[in-house]
């Protein structure tokens, strides 16, 4: 996936970065979150974020959620290295195995929510729409797709 954040900065300026915030802050992950391409969610108000490294995926999630002003109903998934992690999982550990050479963690973010207006008014309101994003190891999140099962009562 790209980054914009790799785009707009070199290799060596992140990894420099990512030393100076690592040294001054040893108990602390720094982590850079964008939106995946493609993505139907709102942007994040900033991209750089320095957590605990105790705090668990799930807690991350909580946090985003919140600063993109999620509806109840609406999935949120993260992306590390094209895999979603467990919700169990520490920064911490994210950052230790996934932080190869660049100092930062990664994550891109998804959304998956329910059936548009559009759709209800074509397939019925009662109807639910199951989505389940597919991970693949061949291929990569700019064709990110997903499988869909309709359930009509």
């Known amino acids: 996936m790209k980054f914009q954040y790799k785009e707009d900065h070199p290799f060596e300026y992140r990894k420099k970065e990512g030393e100076k915030i ?7 992950v720094p ?7 493609k993505a139907r969610v709102p942007d994040l108000d900033k991209r750089k ?29 993260f992306f590390v290295n ?15 195995i996934n932080s190869v050479g660049e100092n930062n ?14 759709n209800e008014k074509t397939i019925g309101k009662d109807s639910v729409m199951l989505c389940h994003p597919v991970l693949w190891l061949y291929s990569s999140l700019k064709d990110f797709t997903l499988y869909c099962l309709l359930i009509v009562p």
């Open 22 to 28: 690592r040294k001054k802050y040893p108990d602390r």
């Open 31 to 37: 982590v850079i979150v964008e939106k995946a391409p």
């Open 82 to 96: 094209n895999t979603i992690p467990p919700t169990s999982a520490t920064m911490g550990q994210l950052y230790e």
């Open 105 to 118: 963690l990664l994550i891109s973010f998804g959304l998956i929510g329910k059936l548009s207006e559009s």
């Open 49 to 77: 974020y320095l957590v605990p490294s105790d705090l668990t995926v799930g807690q991350f999630y909580f946090l985003i959620r919140k600063r993109i002003h999620l509806r109840p109903e609406d999935a949120l998934f």
